[in-house]
């Protein structure tokens, strides 16, 4: 199975501030990754597909970059809204597999 | 607009099964693969398998194989999963998910699964 070692567990951060979340395939798996965030309450929602394509509703403060192995995830200018867990997700070959998420939390 | 709203949350014994829904509204659960997805807080999220519920055409992941059945009633735009032969391995959290097709666009607000004696 591939290893998707996302990193860090834990980042504390204030509003305006910028962040960015790594996620590490053991393979390569294309651009085949998906970024989602979870919030307590809330249904799972993914925020980026393709390692780079904002999925529709996404802001504009979120990107995506990578291929191959190694993938960022990048929030700028973080709002109060932005503090939640995210996972990325490839969807290169069977079976899909998840990293271990990210915990964004308030400084 | 989008809905996947999934069942109640089940207390089962060991050994025993249970068969957990996933009812779609906003758009015909024919048209997109529905996936299925297990959270444990200590194992992190992992992918269960897929059916097709125009053709009932499914994919598990391997260690699901014998775990898990995914099934689809079209008529009432639902999916279902039954987990057999529970054990406390099988305490969890389940989501459904619609796929695009291989990443999902939309969850079930997820249900949760314990098995207790």
Known sequence: ?107 | EVQLQQSGPELRRPGSSVKLSCKASGYSITDYLMHWVKHRPEHGLEWIGWIDPEDGETKYAQKFQSKATLTADTSSNTAYMQLSSLTSEDTATYFCARGLPHYFDYWGQGVMVTVSS
């Open chain 1, 1 to 107: 199975d591939v290893q998707m070692t996302q990193s860090p567990s834990y980042l504390a951060a204030s509003p305006g501030e910028s962040v960015s979340i790594s996620c590490k395939a053991s393979k390569s798996i294309s651009n085949n990754l998906a970024w989602y965030q979870e919030k307590p309450g809330k249904a799972n929602k993914l925020l980026i597909h393709s390692g780079s394509t904002l999925q529709s509703g996404t802001p504009s403060r979120f990107s995506g970059s990578g291929s191959g192995t190694d993938f960022t995830l990048t929030i700028r200018s973080l709002e109060s809204e932005d503090f939640a867990v995210y996972y990325c997700q490839q969807y290169n070959e069977y079976p899909y597999t998840f990293g271990a998420g990210t915990k964004l939390e308030l400084k």
